[in-house]
């Protein structure tokens, strides 16, 4: 995982060498205060998700191993036998293009 290498702090610091033909240090200052806000808001979205992670374990934690099985043969369906022969799936399409096909007859 990728480490920060500067704090708002560090860039507010931070000065610059001027030069013959340096660059405006008033748009430089401007700029490095957009950049500070910048990551005041990525600390603040960090420190928020990080407790929202923090939550959603302990809940995980605190749920019942057996409750979760429960939820999840509830939320899944149940299996069909896969011997389901051509026959049967010749029936079901035909019934599908009846109700298809039959509509679409009746609306002409």
Known sequence: MASIKFTTKDIFEQDFKVGFRGYDQDEVNDFLDEIMKDYDAYEAIIKELKGEIARLKAQVANTPKVAAVEEVKDVLPTE????ATNFDILRRLNRL???VFGKQIVQD
């Open 97 to 99: 293009e009846k109700e």
């Open 80 to 83: 069909r036998p896969s011997s």
